[in-house]
């Protein structure tokens, strides 16, 4: 196959597999925030926690192949962002180590005072990385400060305070609201309590209000006031694996070459963004027809569409140098060889039918409500 259609196939893959990550381990990181808001009694939170717990672990396989996606076929993205934002990722994978820590612990003593201390650590270990991840997209469109030597040595210039600025943050809080939509969505889909699923109604109508809110305002903010980048030479989509054979402008603010020239260019990429809209409203909709099932997928498409707008936005950038433009790492410079990633392919189109396919029957075995008499009669329950 053509090096160039492998390379535009696993930038693709790989947005799949963001957006597979945000859909599923998005509904139990967003159940698991509303835990101390929606269930206010210990029964109520126990039904809530069992409405994910069984299968927080299986939604984490997206987070795995999302990352080795990314080590394997995208090498030096790998290299930028998990290494020079370690700290970043590391207070990630601290959130995502301390939840299942604390859910095993909770049950281990019926004190008020106990359960109480770890239903706040789970809202906050599932909190911590869906921040992080969201201000990680934001510092991608912004561009991070790296760059490479003439041996293709990364060098990392930032740290994490420059990585908390406002435009991130602002990214970060979307990310937030995104994730409790769909954890409100699904705690509406597993339970019937009417306190629960009212509590739910609510904070799932004020999630989709803020997501529409901050990503307006974002998506103003990145097409007129902030620097796009511009490739005038080099990164050909033959090109070999070498982010410094280019020369990359990065624009000022408000000239020709912002990110909002690819909307000018491939006016199709609108469908992104609207998408966000539409499927936002239509959850809405929905759910005050009282079609959960319905809601959870309109939700979804919603998820779908923001990933997808920031990838299209970028394109072919993957992620930008903000000190050393030349640096920055394209769909065309930075992925593995075309053998690799032909091998890859063949190995994704024969594992994912395989990891779909026993998804979907966990999900059929699991299926049904979780309701306060289910849980007094499993005693194997969280």
């Known amino acids: 196959m053509d090096y160039e259609i492998l390379r535009v196939i696993w930038w693709v893959l790989l947005g799949v597999l963001l957006i597979g990550f945000a859909i599923m381990d998005g509904f139990d990181m967003g159940a698991a925030m509303l835990l101390p808001f929606v269930g206010k009694t210990d029964i109520e939170r126990r039904i809530i926690i069992n409405t994910f717990a069984p299968v927080w672990e299986g939604n984490q396989v997206w987070l795995i192949l999302g990352a080795g996606a990314i080590f394997a076929a ?17 207070l990630a ?27 706040w650590a789970i809202c906050i270990s599932s909190l911590l990385p869906a921040l992080i991840f969201g201000v990680a997209v934001g510092n991608a469109l912004i561009g991070i400060p790296f760059h490479f030597d003439d041996s293709l040595r990364m060098f990392y210039t930032g740290s994490l305070f420059d990585l908390l600025n406002p435009y991130s943050l602002l990214f970060g809080i979307v990310s937030l609201a995104m994730m409790v939509m769909q954890g409100g969505v699904y705690i509406l889909l597993k339970v019937n309590d009417p306190a629960l699923v009212r509590r739910a109604k609510a904070i799932v109508y004020m999630a ?26 080099g990164a050909l989509p033959h090109a070999p694996s070498n982010p ?26 609108s469908v992104a963004p609207l998408l966000v809209y539409v499927s936002a409203f239509l959850t809405v909709v929905v759910i005050r027809c009282q079609k959960i099932g319905l809601a959870f997928i309109t939700s979804s498409f919603c998820i779908a569409g923001l990933i997808a707008t920031v990838g299209l936005t970028m394109f072919p950038f993957i992620l930008p140098s903000s000190t050393h433009p030349n640096s920055s790492l394209t769909v065309w410079d930075a992925s593995s060889s075309k053998g690799t990633l032909g091998i890859m392919l063949i190995a994704t189109l024969i594992f994912v039918p395989i990891i779909l396919t026993y998804t979907g029957w966990v999900y059929r075995v699991l299926r049904g409500k979780v309701t306060a008499d289910s849980i007094d009669a499993n005693h194997s329950s969280y």
């Open 244 to 269: 410094l054979m280019k020369t990359v402008l990065n624009n000022s603010i408000g000239s020709a070459g912002r990110w909002a020239n690819n909307y000018v260019n491939y006016p199709w990429i």
């Open 208 to 233: 989709i209000l803020v997501m529409l809110l901050l990503f307006t305002m974002n998506g103003f903010w990145t097409l007129f006031f902030t620097k796009g980048y511009t490739i005038v030479q």
């Open 74 to 90: 995208w090498p030096f993205v790998y290299a930028v962002a998990f290494s020079g934002m370690y700290l970043a990722m590391f």
């Open 93 to 119: 994978l601290l959130g995502l180590i301390v939840r299942p820590v604390a859910l095993k612990f909770r049950s281990k003593s019926e004190g008020a005072c106990w359960r109480t201390w770890f239903d």
